[in-house]
């Protein structure tokens, strides 16, 4: 059965360093969501992608966070530098246009 | 901003109980409303989508339903199991571009 990957599954970086994560989305899906879930809430969109270019990127905080999907496929999210505050769970998606949404695993991301 | 609402924010049930879960949304303006299940540390699994032309879906004990001009949608569980212990999200998606907009989630706990 076809699923969106997400690698890696857990990550522990010291604040000030750069990491980043990778989405792979279901074949087929032009449109690819990024979110970060802080634990006890909701996941919050950070990107929304439709094929290579950014649709919604308004609560992405630009100073430290960056987002591309370069020939509109996989996809990857970088943060520079990592904060204390942006430990949380980064949560892939994509989708048809306008259909149900498919998540991956995620990333667990502790910064120390 | 399109809001999202959940209620309640938790539940605990004894097993064998039927229970609803609520999902207030502002803006009626939607595509479609889709409803996850998230296990402890774990991404999303999809339950249930309604688009925006349906008033309810269904899958094995579960049933879904959507009242576009009240801006409400509820996920009915029918004689709940442990196994159904996890927090239930709903999203709402709508927008241009399909903008995926997420409640505060319900943790349902179904003790034996």
């Known amino acids: 059965e076809a699923e969106v990957a997400q690698s890696p599954r857990y990550k522990i970086t010291e604040k000030s360093q750069a990491v980043a994560f990778w989405c792979d989305p279901i074949?087929?899906?032009?449109?690819l969501y990024w979110y970060r879930q802080i634990l006890g809430q909701g996941p919050e969109l950070l990107v929304q992608f439709q094929d290579e270019s950014v649709v919604d990127d308004s609560q992405l905080p630009k100073d430290r966070f960056s987002a591309e999907r370069l020939k509109g496929v996989d996809s990857t999210l970088k943060i520079q530098p990592a904060e204390l505050g942006d430990s949380a769970m980064y949560l892939c998606a994509s989708s048809l246009k306008n259909t149900e949404a498919f998540f991956g695993q995620g990333t667990r991301l502790t910064v120390v | 901003k399109q809001e999202v609402t959940q209620i309640p924010a938790a539940l605990s049930v004894p097993e064998g109980e039927n229970l609803v879960l609520n999902c207030s949304f502002t803006d009626s303006a939607i595509y479609n409303l889709q409803w996850f299940r998230q296990d402890p540390g774990k991404g999303l699994t999809s339950l249930l989508l309604?688009?925006?032309?349906?008033r309810e879906q269904t899958s094995g004990r579960l049933n879904a339903s959507l009242d576009k001009s009240s801006g409400r949608s509820t996920l009915y569980i029918a004689a709940s199991q442990p196994g159904d212990s996890a927090t239930y999200l709903c999203q709402r998606g709508g927008g241009g571009g399909n903008k995926l907009t997420f409640g505060t989630g319900t943790q349902l706990k179904v003790e034996l």
């Open positions: 309604i688009q925006s032309s349906q």
């Open positions: 074949s087929g899906h032009a449109t």
